[in-house]
């Protein structure tokens, strides 16, 4: 019998794939099982379909697939030598780069991924300030596939109860709920770690906010309602650090990281996915005084061991970053990432409400960083329904379990995008009707941070 890809990639990986939201459980039915190659903004199958994708590398590929420019400078990278056995100077000149594009940086410790960056981040707050509670929103999904942070989810097997009870949890946007925090542990919170923005911003009430347009926080006269700014005074009040996660907002919603728009400097940052075109680089970035915890070179200084990797100056990956930099610079890709998604999110909310379906299917967020929230009948939300969008817009050759546009995805794409959702949000009305049941070919999707298979 012939095995198909999903249950050889089963027989021999974990999970079907090295990260979950890859999963089967993730994807309708008619998703493709595996991927062979991409290119540009699209996807190829092993049956020769190629999909137009919205999923780009879970959000890891900016420019698009096999960049020509990023993937040659990383080939000039292996040609150099790829990891030497001291030091490299790409790997000084990527240092150099990213502590001159950030604010407040100083000092960089390049990883391969973004769980040892943020791990690194909480542990240099604990050694900088001595205190042992690293405090995190419970609304924000992941921080790290480390036990301090993961064993404060659902998903504990595995995980004794000690290395995640220095993580307590607050309200993103509830100021009062990380006060209270800091009332109930005083003097023994070492930082706050939150992304800046998911599809809620810190700023959501504010009525100046345009939704298709980078926000402007430094410039607004209402500043001292922004969340952000709330949470870095009250570290500063209380001398915890201030940590920002910028994976996924960093070289998406600005050159210079999320914090650059929303006015606030962090203590400590961390950044991944998009800096490197989809190559494998994470970085911990911060003030020389916190980030000197790990040095070498300050004689009779206790040591940290911070993040120690063979691969963290991989060559091939930084020079990569250098190049996605440049491109960046050159191409204005931010700003075409802004308008691309501001074009599509007024293009589905008009097909929504031509459909009918404005109430039960909602853009969230901006045009940088949306989503799609699905609702029954009822008005509750509905994975069901979210599985039903997704499989119709495969149908018609677009790949979108969530939204992350690239500069590769232009006039054309944005075409074959709405009509895809126009035919998609038809069957999507019809199923609020007659009820998704009659129109899902398989099972729903399902979360990923949940108990039990």
């Not at 400097?265 to 994470?282: R, S």
């Amino acid at each position: 019998m012939t095995l198909s890809y999903s249950d050889r990639l089963h027989r021999v990986i974990p999970g079907g794939a090295h990260t979950y939201s890859r999963g089967d459980d993730q994807y309708p039915a008619n998703a493709p099982e595996i991927l062979v190659s991409g290119k540009g903004a699209y996807v190829t199958a092993p049956d020769g379909r190629t999909l137009l994708d919205y999923g780009m590398g879970l959000r890891a590929v900016t420019l698009g697939y096999a960049d020509p420019r990023v993937n040659q400078a990383a080939i000039r990278g292996m040609e150099m030598g790829l990891n030497l056995t001291r030091a490299s100077v790409i790997e000084l000149e990527a240092a150099e780069c990213l502590v001159s594009l950030i604010a407040g940086a100083d000092m960089v410790k390049f990883a391969k991924n973004g769980s040892n960056a943020t791990t690194a981040a909480a542990k240099v707050a604990r050694a900088f300030t001595g205190r042992p509670f690293i405090c995190v929103p419970r609304q924000h999904p992941f921080f790290s596939f480390d036990d301090w942070f993961i064993g404060a989810t659902a998903l504990k097997r595995g995980i004794p109860s000690d290395h995640h009870a220095t993580t307590l949890l607050f309200d993103y946007g509830d100021l009062s709920s990380l006060q209270a925090l800091f009332d109930a542990y005083p003097g023994q919170i070492a930082g706050v770690m939150l992304e800046p923005a998911t599809t809620v911003g810190p700023c959501e009430g504010c009525t100046q906010a345009d939704r298709l347009k980078p926000p402007d926080c430094a410039g607004c006269g209402l500043m001292p309602g922004n969340f952000l700014m709330q949470v870095q005074a009250l570290c500063r009040k209380q001398s915890a650090l201030f940590i920002l996660d910028e994976m996924i907002t960093g070289f998406r919603w600005h050159l210079k990281g999320a914090q650059h728009l929303f006015g606030v400097t962090p203590d400590l940052t961390t950044f991944g996915k998009g800096m490197a075109n989809g190559f494998a680089v994470a970085a911990l970035v911060g003030r020389r005084e916190v980030m000197e915890v790990g040095a070498i070179n300050r004689p009779g200084q206790e040591r940290t061991f911070l993040v120690s990797t063979t691969h963290g100056g991989e060559m091939a990956s930084l020079a990569a970053f250098l190049e996605t930099v440049k491109i960046y610079q050159e191409c204005a890709v931010v700003e075409h990432l802004w308008n691309y998604g501001a074009r599509l999110l007024r293009g589905l909310e008009t097909l929504a409400a031509e459909a009918g379906v404005a109430q039960a299917f909602e853009m969230q967020g901006n045009a940088i960083s949306m989503n799609y929230a699905t609702l029954d009948a009822g008005g509750e939300p509905s994975l069901a329904m979210r599985t039903l969008f997704s499989q119709e817009m495969i149908r018609h050759g677009v790949f979108m379990p969530w939204i992350a546009p690239s500069f590769s995805h232009g006039d054309i794409e944005l075409e074959q995008t709405l009509n895809a959702a126009r035919k998609a949000l038809a069957v999507y009305a019809m199923a609020l009707e007659q009820g998704v049941e009659l129109f899902l070919q398989g099972p729903a999707i399902k979360p990923v941070f949940r108990k039990f298979n």
